[in-house]
């Protein structure tokens, strides 16, 4: 839309916008994958991933055996990582300093903090609020596999020390897609869904 209104006509302009009624034409659809990427976080642990089918599994009344793929099974992406920071620095109005030192953070997130327990603050939000996110893993030759998913659970362990001590937490990523890319960022293949069929005819 033009987002303009002309002295004749008392509505906004739509542009480039033609009936798909022709045999030549096809529909395209656009894909939102914004998401928050875990890769700004301080990742201590190994990353493991599992790849499982989901399977139909029937006998007859005569022995014989039937295994159907139907799709993949939703997985989990595991992570770690540790939360530092003195808890007994002050800021001048006597807030505590571990929340409210400043980083870069994307638009339209109100959390920040430029150091690693202020990472963890962004953790818990990120699981609260069930924002999408990803993780891009390189591979031997170059490319990247992207995960994009849910953090599902957030698990911290209090070290001793009181407020300096180190706070160490696990994240449960829930993956829901999954893509190939090359090094230069460009989709290799199709944003693939797990969790079951794609539609209805792949289904056989």
């Known amino acids: ?16 916008v033609f009936d798909g009624n022709q045999v030549y034409e096809d529909v395209v ?47 989990t992406l595991g992570f770690s990582s540790v939360a530092l920071g003195d808890g007994e620095r ?3 109005d006597g807030t505590k300093r571990a929340f409210t030192d400043t980083w870069q953070v994307p638009t339209g997130y ?14 818990r939000t990120l699981q609260a609020e069930g924002v999408p996110v990803y993780w891009d893993q390189l591979q031997k030759d170059g490319t ?4 994009w998913g849910v953090i599902t659970q957030v698990g911290e362990n209090f070290g001793v020390g009181g407020p300096r001590g180190i706070v160490g937490y696990d994240g449960a990523m829930t993956i829901t897609e999954i893509a190939l890319l090359d090094a230069n ?20």
Not at 46 to 69: C, F, H, L, V, W
Not at 111 to 123: I, M, Q, R
Request: glycine fraction near 8%; charge should be negative.
């Open 110 to 123: 109100s959390f920040a903090g430029d150091n690693l327990y202020a990472h963890l603050h962004t953790v």
């Open 1 to 16: 839309m033009s987002g303009t209104v002309t002295d004749t006509d008392n509505w906004p302009e739509i542009w480039n």
């Open 185 to 204: 960022s460009n989709l290799m293949t199709d944003i693939f869904p797990l969790g079951g069929v794609q539609d209805a005819k792949d289904f056989t």
């Open 29 to 75: 659809t656009e894909i939102d994958d914004s998401a928050f990427n875990l890769n700004s976080l301080p990742i201590i642990s190994d990353m493991g991933i599992s790849r499982e089918g989901a399977y139909y599994q029937a006998i007859t009344r005569k022995g014989k055996t039937i295994i159907a793929r139907t799709g993949d099974t939703l997985q």
């Open 90 to 92: 002050l800021n001048a």
């Open 144 to 147: 990247w596999i992207r995960f």
